[in-house]
Structure formats: structure tokens, C-alpha cells
């Protein structure tokens, strides 16, 4: 936020997060400017912006943020004609049409096999296609580091 906009933000510490802020109309206006619209993401059907899409640098750590975010790691166990199975698997969840696809495109293009149901969720279903995307795409929340550590100590991975 220095660097961009060339002053320090307020910093608020809560629990483990650290909330930045900047108020004010002229950054608004800026971040408009580069793709971004006000007001509720869901209501409007924001999308990542462009510029965003075209760098793979970008759009993995766009992704990378609403997984991070809006998303989550699990362990899935089932039952099928009586064998036991268990799954490690990706979600993400957003109301906006637009982020979906995007997030779908990032996906695609680093050759992570991923479906969306419900037209809102995004599954990432196989511990192959998870690791991948935890290689490529990475992850800055250590609830999901935590848990894909455990289920790789568990299966002896």
C-alpha cells in the first residue's frame, strides 16, 4: 500500500490477523481505475479483472487469495458397495458468476482438473489435483497447510 499509494495504512491486530486500511475516495477511485468496482461483489457479478487473467503470476495469486479466503481443504470419507474411501479435497465458494469462471480459467490453464456445482462451488477432488494446485497455486492460510499435512502424515504420503 506504500508503495502504490505512497502512505502507511492504519493497522488493526486481531487474533492472528492484521487488518490494513486506507480511507478515502482518491483511493477508490484508483483501484476503479484498474479494473476493480464498488459495492457488493455478488450484487454486481464482479470479475478478476483482466490484467489480473493475463499474467500467470497474477491470476494464481488472485486464486490463491480466494481459496485462501473463500475456501477450505477436507478430508471426504465414503462408503461405495462397502469399501471405505478417503478423499483430501479443495472447495471454494463464491456468489459471483464471473469470479467462478475466472477462477476456473486460472485453474485450466495450470492444468488443475476442477468442476463447479451449483454454479457457486468450485471442488478440486483428488489428492493428485490438490498437491498440484498447493504447488502451483499455493496457499497463505495455515488452517489448509495444517490440514494437508495432517492428511499427508495420516496416509503416510
Same mark, same amino acid.
Given at each position: 500500500?506504500?508503495?502504490?499509494? %505512497?502512505?502507511?495504512?492504519?493497522?488493526?491486530?486481531?487474533?492472528?490477523?492484521?487488518?490494513?486500511?486506507?480511507?478515502?475516495?482518491?483511493?477508490?477511485?484508483?483501484?476503479?481505475?484498474?479494473?476493480? =468496482?464498488?459495492?457488493?461483489?455478488? =450484487?454486481?457479478?464482479?470479475?478478476?479483472?483482466?490484467?489480473?487473467?493475463?499474467?500467470?503470476?497474477?491470476?494464481?495469486?488472485?486464486?490463491?487469495?480466494?481459496?485462501?479466503?473463500?475456501?477450505?481443504?477436507?478430508?471426504?470419507?465414503?462408503?461405495?458397495?462397502?469399501?471405505?474411501?478417503?478423499?483430501?479435497?479443495?472447495?471454494?465458494?463464491?456468489?459471483?458468476?464471473?469470479?467462478?469462471?475466472?477462477?476456473?480459467?486460472?485453474?485450466?490453464?495450470?492444468?488443475?482438473?476442477?468442476?463447479?456445482?451449483?454454479? %457457486?462451488?468450485?471442488?478440486?477432488?483428488?489428492?493428485?489435483?490438490?498437491?498440484?494446485?498447493?504447488?502451483?497455486?499455493?496457499?497463505?492460510?495455515?488452517?489448509?497447510?495444517?490440514?494437508?499435512?495432517?492428511?499427508?502424515?495420516?496416509?503416510?504420503?
Amino acid at each position: 500500500m506504500e508503495d502504490i499509494f %505512497k502512505e502507511k495504512p492504519s493497522t488493526i491486530k486481531a487474533k492472528g490477523v492484521v487488518n490494513l486500511a486506507l480511507y478515502g475516495v482518491s483511493y477508490i477511485e484508483a483501484l476503479e481505475r484498474v479494473g476493480l =468496482r464498488r459495492g457488493n461483489k455478488v =450484487r454486481n457479478q464482479a470479475s478478476i479483472p483482466g490484467w489480473i487473467l493475463n499474467n500467470k503470476k497474477y491470476a494464481r495469486a488472485c486464486l490463491r487469495g480466494l481459496v485462501d479466503t473463500d475456501g477450505g481443504v477436507y478430508t471426504h470419507r465414503h462408503i461405495v458397495s462397502g469399501k471405505k474411501y478417503v478423499n483430501f479435497g479443495l472447495s471454494s465458494c463464491n456468489h459471483s458468476k464471473p469470479i467462478i469462471a475466472g477462477s476456473m480459467d486460472i485453474l485450466s490453464s495450470n492444468g488443475i482438473r476442477a468442476y463447479v456445482a451449483y454454479g %457457486k462451488k468450485i471442488y478440486v477432488y483428488s489428492f493428485d489435483q490438490v498437491g498440484k494446485n498447493f504447488n502451483i497455486v499455493g496457499s497463505s492460510n495455515p488452517k489448509h497447510l495444517t490440514r494437508l499435512s495432517s492428511y499427508i502424515k495420516s496416509r503416510n504420503l
